[in-house]
C-alpha cells in the first residue's frame, strides 16, 4: 500500500511540475534555461496499447504524440538537427536558432515501422542507438521478460544474487508491485548472472526471452535497409546493455567497442556517438565517460534530464538527454520540457 502511495505521489508531483514548468514557458518566465536546445531520448513508438499491465509504458509514446512533439517545437522556433552537429551548433554565437536532437534507444523495429513515417513527414533526422546482443539474439531484455511473465502468473518466485523473492501476481496492482521489486533484486545484485536466473525461470514458465527480443528489435538485414534512408544514423549502445559502472577494464572497452564494431559493419563508418545503458548512475560515471572517449567516442549521452549550453561540451561524454515518457503525453509537456524548468527542478 505505502508503496502505491508513493508511486501515485511521484506521478502526481511530476505532473505538477509539468504544468507549472508549461504555464511559466507561456508567460516568459523560463528565458535563460532553454540553453541552446536539448536532445530527447525516445524507446518505442506505436499504437496504444490495451493491455491494463504495462510495467514498461513509461518507455513507449504514440506516434501521435511524437507528431505532435514535433509541430509544437517546431512552431517555438526549434530547428531539428542531427546528433554529430550538436557541437557546431553550441558553437555558434549567442541568438542562434535553438535546436532540437532525436535519439531512439535499442533499435525497436516499431522505430521503423511507426517512428520513421513521423520524421520523414517533417524531415526530421534521428539517430539510433544499436545494442549489438540484441540485434544479433545473443542477449536479453529483462525488462520485457520479467514483463511477460509476471503477465502470465499469478505467483512468481525466483532466486536472484541478491536473494529469493516470491510474490504474488494476483492482480493489477500486485503486479505492478512484483516488477517493482524484482527490478530492484535485479540491480542490486550481480546483473548477468541475475538476467540469466531470470531467463531461466521465464522459459521454465513457457516463456522464450530470446523471441522477445526477436519480436521487438531490428535485426542487422533490417538495421541495414534502415540505415539507407539519409534521415537516420547510428550511434553504439553496447552489446549486453548492463550497467557499465561494476564493470572491469576490459569488459567495459569489449563493450564499447564491439558495439561500435558491429555498427561499422552495418554502415561502413565506425560511430562517434554512444548511448550509455540505462543512462544513469548504473552506467554513465566520469570513469565511464573516461573510457568511451577512449574508445573513440565524440558524443555520449546519458538519460540525466537537462537541456544543452556551450558549457556541455566541457563534457562531451556526459550529455543529458530529455525523456519523451509514455505516462505524460501531452505537447505541452514537450514545451514544459525544453524550457529547461523540469530539469531544474529535478537537478539537473
Known sequence: MAGRFKQALKRASITAGLEFSFLLSRLGATRGLEGRGVIFTLHHVHPEK?????????????????????????????????????????????????????????????????????????GVPFTIFVCKGLSERSHTMWWDTLGALIAARPRVALCLPAGRIDLDCNSLKAKTAAFDAVARMLMAGDEAKG?????????????NPHALVSEAVMDREELTALGRNTLVSYGAH????????????????????????????????????????????RSATLR???????????????????????????????????SLNGLYQKSRYVEALASGLPSKLVGG
Open 50 to 122: 490495451s493491455e491494463a499491465f504495462q510495467p514498461n509504458r513509461h518507455l513507449s509514446i504514440t506516434p501521435d504524440f511524437l507528431d505532435a512533439a514535433i509541430r509544437i517545437l517546431a512552431r517555438r522556433g526549434y530547428r531539428f538537427i542531427g546528433l554529430d552537429e550538436v557541437p557546431a551548433a553550441l558553437a555558434e554565437p549567442d541568438g542562434a536558432q535553438p535546436f532540437a536532437v532525436f535519439t531512439l534507444d535499442d533499435g525497436f523495429r516499431d522505430n521503423r515501422d511507426h517512428a520513421l513515417p513521423v520524421f520523414e513527414r517533417h
Open 195 to 207: 538476467v540469466a536466473q531470470l531467463d531461466a525461470a521465464a522459459n521454465a514458465a513457457g516463456i
Open 288 to 322: 565511464t565517460a573516461g573510457y568511451a572517449d577512449w574508445a573513440g567516442f565524440k558524443l555520449s549521452v546519458t538519460t540525466r534530464p537537462g537541456t544543452l549550453t556551450p558549457a556541455a561540451m566541457a563534457s562531451p561524454q556526459l550529455l543529458p538527454r530529455i
Open 238 to 281: 553496447t552489446v549486453s546493455h548492463r550497467g557499465l559502472a561494476d564493470l572491469n577494464d576490459d569488459d567495459l572497452l569489449r563493450e564499447y567497442n564491439d558495439s561500435a564494431e558491429y555498427v561499422a559493419g552495418i554502415t561502413g563508418t565506425r560511430p562517434v556517438t554512444f548511448a550509455y545503458p540505462y543512462g544513469d548512475a
